[in-house]
């Protein structure tokens, strides 16, 4: 799926060239996709482009989901609390 996304296998060594039927550049993600299936086809694999498809479609959100942030949505904010509570019988309220 690397190959497919970046145009380099992941253990490409550094300066490698991109093949050009994998160049994101050059190619759009239906070609590459239907490049890698026939290049799983031709080691024998029966595999079609829908199928490469679909596994990169499940690989992507492992690879390019954001960090996870704290949810601030839900933080004990005392100033805002403090500012709308409701007086108590012992303060001087006019």
Same mark, same amino acid.
Request: net charge positive.
């Given at each position: ?22 160049? /994101?550049?050059? +190619?759009?993600?239906?070609? &590459?996709?239907?490049?890698? @299936? =026939? ?7 029966? !595999? ?17 989901? /954001?960090?996870? +942030?704290?949810?601030?949505? &839900?933080?004990?904010?005392? @100033? =805002? ?7 108590? !019988? ?5």
């Amino acid at each position: 799926m690397v190959e497919l996304l970046t145009g380099l296998p992941p253990d490409a060594p550094a300066g490698a060239r991109v093949k050009s039927e994998c160049d /994101p550049a050059c +190619r759009s993600l239906a070609e &590459r996709e239907r490049a890698k @299936a =026939a290049e799983l086809a031709a080691l024998g694999e029966e !595999v079609t482009a829908r199928t490469v498809k679909r596994k990169r479609q499940q690989y992507e959100p492992q690879v390019t989901a /954001p960090t996870r +942030r704290p949810d601030h949505s &839900r933080r004990d904010n005392r @100033a =805002a609390i403090s500012t709308h509570r409701a007086p108590s !019988v012992s303060d001087p309220s006019p």
